[in-house]
């Protein structure tokens, strides 16, 4: 019987995992499909029901279900759990199985940027629930998570201490206000990288360019050697382009979907995702 997958999320229409799944299923001759479950809140419960009694075989979860994905699922990884959030289900005969590979895919992206992630310097930018995979990533592979920039303190705060807890390191927290003139451990930032993790450019699609140079001006990106952007759409977001203009190397959101998507593959389906196929359509559909 044709496998059934989908991305699960409120809005989920704009997300390009089905042409890419889609792609690399049939590469593979792999018989399956994978389609959108725009899922409203309120509908979230009787969804899981029917998705536990055969609805779907897998899910790729999104905005914003990612962190309430834990109370449906029967076992939860380590890493989904110390995260707080699940980004990939597997439904194995109406046991349900949890696991982030949002993590992985960052490291992924990063790696083939930078190489070995060990003692690397790297300043968050953003303090919600994409910060806290990216950050976890991180501090799996030992880099040196100097500190979370943010709108909010009190969420860069809470972050920080939760993480700093949990691998035993000391992670800062400053307000992403007056980054120009505060410049957070501007002496630290040799060969460091930036990672914007906010949903400024999502939420704000059309923002203007003034406006969009006040998350990290300019005078602050200088400093690092590496900007990463999490966010695809669109591929060269304003921070990439300020970045891209001061000459530093940057890294697209694409390069953690792909990675991300690569190793959902791998659990939906237990085969080596055909990575060339993914990475094309992918660029296809991306601008
Ligand atoms: P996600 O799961 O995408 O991380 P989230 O948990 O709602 O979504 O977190 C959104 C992040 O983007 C937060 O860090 C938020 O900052 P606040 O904690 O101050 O709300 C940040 N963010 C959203 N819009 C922003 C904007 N216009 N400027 C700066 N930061 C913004």
């Known amino acids: 019987m044709t496998k059934q997958y989908g991305i699960l999320a409120f809005p989920a229409k704009h997300s390009v995992s089905p042409v890419v799944y889609n792609a690399a299923f049939k590469a593979l001759d792999i018989d399956a499909q994978f389609g959108f479950f725009e899922i409203p809140e309120n509908e979230l419960d009787d969804f899981m029901k029917q998705v536990k009694d055969g609805l779907a075989d897998g899910m790729s979860v999104s905005l914003p279900y990612k962190e309430v994905m834990l109370n449906y699922m029967t076992q939860v990884s380590e890493d989904a759990k110390r995260i707080g959030a699940v980004n990939t289900v597997v439904n194995n005969g109406g046991v349900l199985y949890g696991y982030n590979t949002d993590f992985l895919g960052s490291n992924e992206a990063l790696k083939e940027a930078v190489g070995e992630l060990k003692g690397k310097p790297v300043v968050i ?148 995702p055909p990575m060339e196929v993914m990475e094309n359509i992918l660029a296809e559909n991306l601008i």
């Open 125 to 272: 930018l953003g303090a919600g629930g994409a910060a806290r995979a990216v950050i976890y990533g991180l501090l799996k592979e030992g880099a040196n998570v100097l500190g979370i920039l943010n709108r909010t303190i009190g969420a860069a705060e809470k972050l920080a201490e939760e993480f700093s807890k949990m691998f035993d390191v000391k992670i800062e927290a400053y307000s992403s206000e007056n980054l120009a003139d505060v410049l957070p451990f501007k002496d630290k930032l040799t060969d460091a990288i930036l990672i914007q993790t906010t949903s400024i450019w999502t939420l704000q699609p059309d923002i203007l360019a003034e406006d969009a140079e006040k998350l990290c001006p300019a005078e602050y990106v200088k400093y690092f050697s590496t900007v990463m952007d999490i966010v695809y759409k669109p591929i060269l977001t304003p921070l990439l382009k300020t970045a891209q203009s001061l000459g530093k190397k940057v890294i697209t959101g694409d390069r953690m979907f792909l990675f991300q998507a690569a190793e959902q593959f791998k659990l939906f389906t237990e085969k080596e």
